[in-house]
Structures are given as structure tokens and as C-alpha cells.
């Protein structure tokens, strides 16, 4: 049996959190089901435990303020619109940065190759 790379391993993950966050924007933000909720307080969890803290946290953040939601009788603003849009761009940053870092190991076979700036304005030796 193959064991799954980091970078699979991420992809799964953040494919996961953008399910989750897809599943919430089709039910929309006043009527959020139960599963939901819990599937937005398990990748919280899941992320946190991965070392995506700022992820994890926004997830937090949003899980909470939809659960207050469910039981408010009055419209207000609480910023969960905002939240929810920060999640997406950052899970679309992670998916970027990924897809960079796989294309990086690919072509330079998992070496990270420094660049010598002291070599950039060196002067050609003459013969």
C-alpha cells in the first residue's frame, strides 16, 4: 500500500475545507444544517492538528458565528460574509502555493537550490 505524500495530503485537506465551505454557501448562511456545523468544527479541528492555525482559527470563528446565528431573531451584520470570504481566497492561496511547491520539487528533484548573490556581480576571471 502507497502511503500518501505532504503534498497530497494537503490537497485532500484543503479539498475537503472547500467542500465543506461549498456545502455551507448552497444551504446558505441563516438556514445551516447540523452537519455542517459539525463538519466545519471537525476540519477546524483537523487543520489546527495539521499546523494550519490561522485556518483552523477562521474556521472556528465561522462555525461560531453561524451557530449564534441559528438562534438570533433579528438580522445584524456580524461579519460572518467577511469570514467566509477569507476562508475561500486563503484556501485558494494554499491551493496555489502548493501546486507551486509541487512543480518546484518536480523540476528540481526536492533539492531547494540557493542562490549565491555574492556570484551576481562577480566579475569574470581573466586569462
Excluded at 503534498?7 to 454557501?25: K, S, T
Excluded at 472556528?60 to 461579519?79: F, I, N, P, S
Amino acid at each position: 500500500m502507497r502511503t500518501m505524500g505532504k503534498e497530497e495530503a494537503l490537497a485532500g485537506l484543503l479539498d475537503e475545507a472547500g467542500g465543506v465551505l461549498e456545502e455551507l454557501y448552497q444551504s446558505g448562511f441563516d438556514r445551516v444544517h447540523d452537519s455542517t456545523l459539525e463538519a466545519l468544527e471537525r476540519m477546524a479541528k483537523l487543520t489546527g492538528e495539521y499546523g494550519m492555525e490561522y485556518l483552523s482559527g477562521m474556521l472556528c470563528q465561522l462555525t461560531k458565528g453561524l451557530a449564534m446565528r441559528r438562534h438570533r431573531m433579528e438580522q445584524k451584520e456580524d461579519g460572518i460574509t467577511e469570514i467566509y470570504v477569507k476562508l475561500n481566497e486563503y484556501l485558494y492561496l494554499c491551493r496555489e502555493k502548493a501546486a507551486c511547491d509541487t512543480g518546484k520539487n518536480y523540476y528540481t528533484d526536492g533539492e531547494v537550490k540557493q542562490y549565491d548573490e555574492s556570484k551576481r556581480h562577480a566579475q569574470p576571471e581573466a586569462d
